[in-house]
């Protein structure tokens, strides 16, 4: 009897896609300008290879939107028959030395623990390409696979290309290697213009693109974060002279453990730590 299939994320080659391409964030903003991602998308992924070739074919399921259900299916068996059509083996060996050059290169547990967005859709597509290659496939499981892909074509959005603007539509045109380049540009206009931060406010910007490879070390990053500002708040509060400004202080000082809260870091839980970074820079310049 067939057994269904557990899904393999670090054999999804959609994700290992999307991992590394994630990687590249992570790697220039930490300083290191010869991101070994890059090198490995450049070497894996290519329009030569097989899993760059799966990769487009994840791509394409991930991304088209039909509002109706008999496109959404036509569109998932053009995939298929597709798919059908790579080398299986070449595919298998491209994608184990790939992994192998992932873990010579980082951590696997951290570099594989982050969250993929549409993960179920990444699962759905890995097991409908699978059950074309195995000879015994549970058919609920393969059914399951290719309703949810159907559903996410078929999902109520805007199209990314209606909302583009010209610049962007244009940028997605030009050649990998100059879209890498026009992203290192971009990450010295951010280093320009976020120049006058401070070191702690500089440092959670650091710790907050990491939340890519590493969710459970940005919160306990935050943690530790939120027990300094207490102890620094503390230190500037009988410093305050004005009656109103200590009462605010005060409440703020017992509003910041809510920053503490939740296992996974929320987007306004970081903005409210750049604001208490920011008070407290006020702080010192008011109070010497």
């Known amino acids: 009897m067939a057994q269904r299939v557990k899904h393999s994320k670090i054999k999804n080659t959609g994700i290992l896609f999307e991992l590394l391409s ?10 290191n300008d010869k991101s070994k991602s890059v090198e490995m998308l450049k070497k894996f992924f290519s329009e030569k290879t097989e899993l760059g070739k799966e990769n487009q074919l994840y791509q394409v399921l991930l ?22 059509k790579l080398q299986n083996k070449k595919l ?24 993929i967005p549409n993960y179920k859709v990444y699962a759905s597509i890995y097991k409908k390409f699978l059950s074309e290659t195995t000879p015994v496939f549970d058919p609920v499981d393969e059914v399951d696979s290719t309703f949810s892909i159907i559903e996410h074509i078929t999902r109520n959005k805007v199209k990314p290309r209606d909302t583009d603007s010209k610049v962007i539509s244009e940028f997605k ?9 026009s992203y290192q540009l971009m990450v010295d206009n951010f280093n320009g213009k976020y120049k006058n931060l401070n070191s702690m406010q500089r ?5 907050y693109v ?68 920011e008070l407290i820079k006020e702080l010192h310049n008011v109070t010497g």
Do not use: C, W
């Open 173 to 181: 045109k030009e050649d990998k290697d100059l879209r890498l380049l």
């Open 210 to 277: 990491n939340n890519i490879s590493n969710t459970n070390k940005l919160r306990e990053f935050i943690n530790n974060e939120v027990v300094k500002i207490k102890q620094i708040l503390n230190k500037i509060l009988p410093r305050v002279t004005d009656d109103i400004t200590k009462i605010k202080l005060t409440e703020a000082i017992k509003q910041v453990d809510t920053l503490s809260k939740g296992r996974i870091v929320k987007d306004k839980q970081v903005v409210s730590l750049m604001r208490y970074y």
């Open 203 to 207: 440092n959670l910007l650091k710790e």
């Open 92 to 115: 298998r060996n491209e994608k184990y030395n790939l992994i192998k050059e992932i873990k010579r290169n980082y951590a696997v547990e951290d570099f594989f623990r982050a969250r």
């Open 63 to 84: 991304k088209e939107n039909y509002n109706s259900t008999h496109k959404a299916e036509k569109l998932v068996d053009a995939v298929i028959r597709a798919r059908e």
């Open 22 to 31: 994630r990687q590249i964030t992570v790697d220039v903003m930490n300083g």
